[in-house]
């Protein structure tokens, strides 16, 4: 399976058996007291599964370069009694026979606290706050702190660093006019640019045996504007190679880049060929990243010659058995990566542990071996929605026998409908996993089925599953035939009218309004999101940015709420300001502080800030929330039968898919 994938390839002295390399990303166990134990369970089951290269998080280059000095402690690399606590993580994954890169970082201004260190002082966007110009002596500093750490990860029996040049950290600030203005030998032009980063790698391939792995993180396309020009980018790899670098890893767009570069709209190998492009110029192997999540796009970049490796990350996170399943004919049983970012960039963002939607055991191993439970159950499962499921799989993977009852006739609940908003479309293939974990696993699924109590005595534990439903939304007029809620609108959007109010604007709302305002044009092709989002394939401009393509709504939309926050100031971190955007330039009208007066054949009848209006709309879409459904526990109870109530059964309050699917794989885990 995949011959192009498990191809073996050379990388300095390294020989891989495959091409597939495990992408930087932070866990957040790099900063914990007994973070590097977890760590070193995490990436040696990855390697076990058949992995050959690791790369692990960015860990400082000396103690302000994270922006933490809180964590330092932990997430840096200054000295030889650090250096020590990194063998558990290098022994374990060369037990395994992988090998593991330690990632050198400096964030520059991309520190939240002070406001960082940059060549220029400039805003973040990111942080909203001026960085210090740094002082030449204060550069000459930084780059000896650089060559200190990899000696360091050298003696920490690591096989080598990545250092990262990419996604808008110090090097890539030093790199790019936006954040780069000095006149001295720093700065100045492409050349006075990229001294920095040549520095660096000079002095570690100076300081290092010929057989420590150097690889770059180098930035294709900025995606911001005074970014690099292509040209300077192809001119730094030719000078990397020469300079001794081993392997470029390539990245795109910085963290306050304007366009989306991991998130589930983003299409799969959305920007591989800039990596081809740069294969032209260089002899070093060259890694493709970003959006590749299937062992068959992965096969297909490299039978293309877009790369010599394709580096995922998240996919590691969704299953660590990702190598294994795939060299052995069982891709359909790979549970996939969706892009959702929920459990992993969103949780970095906010500095907590990552995890992974689809895969809650992820940086959890040590705390959750697999086991089989010590005595077969008999084990009932009501509901075949994301809670139902992962209990479910997890149950049977313990080896309990499992009945799951589901009473429509497909499995996923709003999980198998929200797969039809734009950009969502990923989520089918959680779904397949699961068809595929339900059929492996010998779970009976009986569909269209709603047992009687009677039958569900016979268990020994029953799992209450049955979800949620859709929250009226309380107007006055709401069984006005204009009205639908968000069910009946998922299911046959063609039926609603031209011009469309959506009551409530959380994270349903956002989806329904996608779902309305999505045009033909936009088919989910990289052509059209490079259109929508003004991506230069041309090469031309600096940062590769340039004017988006508009495109208008097919429909009239008004996304409405009461309370008084910004509109959409509670979606995810990560993709809530993609999903704004993307609503603004459809036109879409959003209010906040709404007062709902009443539906009538004339429309919405509404306060905006005070402000009488009566939005004549064909449909109003209500998208208030939902409601706990759980006709199970009162009937189980009075028949004494063992039973716990999870996911939106229980609590329907800001239910998502990640939580439920938590619940039930941990419930799974106790049966
Ligand atoms: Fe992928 Fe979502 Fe899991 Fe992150 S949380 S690894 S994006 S599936």
Redesign the pocket.
């Known amino acids: 399976m995949y011959p192009h994938l498990f191809q073996p390839i050379t990388i300095g002295h390294l020989t891989l058996k495959n091409r597939i390399l495990m992408g930087s990303m932070h866990t957040g166990l790099e900063d914990q007291v007994q973070g590097f134990e977890k760590l070193a369970v995490f990436y040696a089951e990855r390697a076990r599964e058949g992995l050959q290269l690791i790369v692990t998080g960015g860990f400082g280059v000396n103690e302000y370069a994270l922006g933490m000095p809180e964590h330092a402690e932990f997430s840096t690399l200054c000295t030889p009694e650090q250096a020590a606590r990194h063998r558990l993580i290098t022994e374990a994954v060369h037990a395994e026979g992988s090998h593991i890169l330690m990632q050198v970082l400096h964030v520059g201004r991309y520190d939240h606290g002070s406001g960082g260190v940059s060549p220029s002082s400039v805003e973040s966007k990111l942080s909203n706050r001026s960085s210090r110009e740094l002082s030449s002596a204060q550069i000459e500093q930084i780059i000896d702190d650089y060559v200190r750490c990899a000696c360091l990860a050298r003696d920490a029996g690591y096989d080598g660093v990545e250092i990262m040049g990419g996604e808008g950290y110090l090097i890539n600030q030093f790199l790019a006019p936006l954040t780069n203005f000095r006149e001295d030998q720093w700065g100045g032009n492409a050349e006075g640019r990229s001294r920095f980063a040549l520095r660096i790698v000079q002095g570690i391939r100076a300081a290092m045996p010929s057989d420590f792995v150097i690889s770059f993180r180098l930035s294709l396309m900025d995606l911001v504007e005074h970014g690099s020009h292509w040209n300077e980018v192809q001119e730094l790899a030719r000078k990397l190679e020469a300079s001794g670098v081993d392997l470029i890893n390539t990245s795109v767009g910085w963290h306050e880049a304007r366009i989306p570069t991991v998130a589930m709209v983003v299409p799969r190998a959305a920007f591989s060929w800039a990596a081809q492009q740069l294969k032209q110029v260089v002899s070093i192997p060259v890694v493709a990243s970003n959006r590749i999540n299937t062992p068959e796009v992965a096969d297909d970049l490299i039978a293309q010659g877009h790369a010599d490796m394709v580096a995922m990350a ?2 590691f ?2 299953d660590p058995a990702f190598v294994r399943k795939a060299q052995s004919g069982q891709s359909a049983s790979i549970n996939t ?9 969103d949780r970095i963002f906010t500095r907590q542990q990552v ?5 809650p055991r ?1 940086c959890r191993e040590l705390e959750w071996p697999q086991e089989k439970a010590p005595t077969v159950k008999k084990i009932a499962v009501l509901g075949a929605g994301p809670a139902g499921l992962a209990c479910a799989r997890e149950a049977a993977e313990r080896g309990h026998s499992v009945t799951l009852f589901e009473p429509s006739i497909r499995i996923g609940g709003q999980f198998f409908l929200a797969q039809k908003i734009p950009g969502k479309e990923e989520l089918a293939e959680t779904l397949r996993y699961f068809e595929n974990e339900i059929q492996r696993l010998g779970i009976e699924l009986r569909l269209n089925t709603t047992p009687d109590v009677q039958a569900l005595s016979q268990f020994d534990h029953v799992v209450v599953a049955s979800g949620v439903v859709p929250r009226r939304s309380g107007i006055e007029g709401e069984n006005n035939a204009k009205v639908v809620d968000y069910i009946e609108a998922l299911r046959s959007p063609r039926f609603l009218g031209e011009r469309v109010a959506i009551v409530g604007a959380g994270p349903l709302g956002f989806d329904m309004a996608e779902l309305l305002a999505h045009c033909k044009s936009e088919d989910g092709s990289i052509p059209a999101f490079e259109r929508e989002w003004g991506v230069d394939e041309m090469r031309e401009l600096r940062g590769s940015v340039k004017t988006p393509q508009k495109s208008d709504s097919p429909r009239q939309l008004w996304l409405l709420q009461r309370s008084k926050q910004p509109m959409g100031s509670n979606l995810p971190t990560t993709t809530g300001w993609i999903r704004r955007t993307r609503l603004k330039k459809k036109s879409a009208r959003m209010f906040n502080e709404v007062d709902y007066v009443h539906i009538d054949d004339n429309g919405l009848h509404l306060r905006i800030r005070g402000e009488q209006r009566c939005l004549s709309v064909d449909n109003i879409v209500v998208c208030a929330g939902q409601e706990a459904h759980n006709p199970w526990s009162a009937r189980l109870q009075a028949h004494n039968i063992a039973h716990t109530v999870i996911g939106g059964a229980r609590d329907a309050h800001k239910i998502d898919a ?1 939580r439920a699917i938590k619940e039930g794989a941990e419930l799974g885990r106790q049966l």
Do not use: D, E, K, T
């Open positions: 998240r996919p996170l969704a990566c969706i892009a959702c970012n929920q459990a992993c960039l995890s992974c939607l689809v895969n992820a990640a």
